[in-house]
Structures are given as structure tokens and as C-alpha cells.
Nanobody
Framework: QVELVESGGGLVQAGASLRLSCAVS????????MGWFRQVPGKEREVVIV???????????DPVKGRFILSRNYDADVKNVIHLQMTNLEPDDTAVYYC??????????????????????WGQGTQVTVSS
């Protein structure tokens, strides 16, 4: 059983920083493509930043370029852990942030998947609220 455990999030003022973390528990002998999505009420879940299983490919959504950074450690015991460092937060960043993981094959190890429906596992979501 694969589970995604998220941490971080909270209420901050505009211009502040936050760090979200996500760890895959369970079937950790596999390496997953991973990423962060976010969703506000009434809208579809949208990609924030995603990374391939190898780390060789990433995709950053335009609104977060230059402000958010995704990091991933490939040490054997923490290879399925990602961190989302968010800086200079804006009120429009307010959303529930979801961590996602996707099983990969040897042919898709360097693909950064950008569509929510492509992912196999999801975290419970963590609220990020940015006040003006």
C-alpha cells in the first residue's frame, strides 16, 4: 500500500515563505515521478511543479516560476521525498496543495507528467493561505 505523507502549509502574509514536504511510504523500493498540484474551490486541480523519477525533467507552472523551487533527494532511503520551497507568496497562491506520485516504467523514467489524471497516488492535501 502506497501512501503519501505531506507536511507544511499554513497561514502566512503576502511575501512570506513556506516549505511543503511529501514522502512516499510503503512501496519505497520503486521510484516515482512526483509533483505538487493545487486546487481552489470551484476550479480544477492544477499543476504547480512536477519532476520525473530520474530528476532529469521538471515542469514549473508559469505563475510560480522564479518563486517556487522543487527539490528531491536521490539517496536510497529518501529518494521518494520531495520538498516545495515557496517564496514571495501571493494571495493567488492560496489553495489546497496536493502531493502526487506516479508509477513509472523504464521508458517513462525521465518524463515529468503535468496532468493530474496521470498520477496514481495522492496525499491528503495541505492548506496554504496567503493573506494580503
Amino acid at each position: 500500500q502506497v501512501e503519501l505523507v505531506e507536511s507544511g502549509g499554513g497561514l502566512v502574509q503576502a511575501g512570506a515563505s513556506l516549505r511543503l514536504s511529501c514522502a512516499v511510504s510503503g512501496r519505497t523500493f520503486s521510484t516515482f515521478a512526483m509533483g505538487w498540484f493545487r486546487q481552489v474551490p470551484g476550479k480544477e486541480r492544477e499543476v504547480v511543479i512536477v519532476i520525473s523519477a530520474t530528476g532529469g525533467a521538471t515542469h514549473y507552472a508559469d505563475p510560480v516560476k522564479g518563486r517556487f523551487i522543487l527539490s528531491r533527494n536521490y539517496d536510497a532511503d529518501v529518494k521518494n521525498v520531495i520538498h516545495l520551497q515557496m517564496t514571495n507568496l501571493e494571495p493567488d497562491d492560496t489553495a489546497v496543495y496536493y502531493c502526487a506520485a506516479k508509477r513509472i516504467t523504464k521508458y517513462s523514467a525521465n518524463v515529468a507528467y503535468t496532468e493530474a489524471h496521470e498520477y496514481d497516488y495522492w496525499g491528503q492535501g495541505t492548506q496554504v493561505t496567503v493573506s494580503s
